[in-house]
């Protein structure tokens, strides 16, 4: 498990029984000592077995109004999305290891780790390991994120543009995702190097 004193947001829900059901053993055993959690400032979400509130919930993002696999085919009923990053970036849970999925090029990164080595590799070097920079950089705008929150960038990071840099901000976890899911739908049959326009909305 994180260190404590590196956790900000412990949910009180007791683990939802149909839920705690479906999981490997590995992660009913985290989830029974804290039901989900954030840490390392919001540089890490790691979600609970329950059904509020909603940007927490497992159920949510596996199986409910963000279900990940019904947007990347590469995922199956199996795959748990556990965890994510401050960006909203998958830590998916497969047959008891570890990988990275990233929400804007749908890219499937096998970590090589178990849930343990996980934890144990964020504990070692948070900033390095779970990507915190754009985190880093809000703080120093002297801003933060709060639990339910995530880091919204603009231009995405997968466009040419961004590497002339880009803008960041807090926004509603809920908002992240669907922004991200809705994105790789629109660019999913682009070539790399392809054009895309993106109109902005008030």
Not at 8 to 23: G, H, I, N, W, Y
Not at 144 to 150: C, F, S
Request: aromatic letters at 10%; a negative charge; charged letters at 25%.
């Amino acid at each position: 498990m994180i260190d404590l004193q590196n956790i900000q947001f412990k949910c009180t829900e007791p683990v939802d029984p149909s839920m705690e059901a479906r999981l490997p053993e590995d992660l009913r055993t985290v989830l029974h000592k804290i039901n989900g959690f954030t840490a390392f400032r919001g540089g890490l979400h790691v979600r609970g077995a329950c059904v509020a509130p909603s940007w927490h919930s497992l159920e949510t993002i596996w199986d409910g109004k963000f279900s990940l696999r019904r947007t990347y085919e590469l995922l199956g009923e199996k795959d748990i999305p556990f965890a994510e990053d401050c960006m909203g970036d998958q830590f998916i849970l497969r047959d008891g290891m570890v990988y990275r999925l990233t929400l804007e090029t749908a890219f499937l990164d096998p970590l090589g780790l178990s849930l343990d080595g996980f934890f144990a590799s964020a504990n070692e070097d948070p900033v390095e390991f779970l990507q915190m920079h754009p985190l880093l950089r809000l703080e120093k705008e002297g801003k933060k994120l709060e639990p339910g929150q995530l880091i919204h960038a603009f231009p995405p990071y997968c466009t040419k543009e961004s590497a002339q840099g880009v803008s960041l901000k807090a926004v509603e976890a809920n908002a992240q995702i669907d922004f991200e899911l809705d994105f790789f739908r629109q660019i999913r049959d682009i070539e790399d190097g392809g054009q895309i326009r993106i109109r902005v909305i008030d």
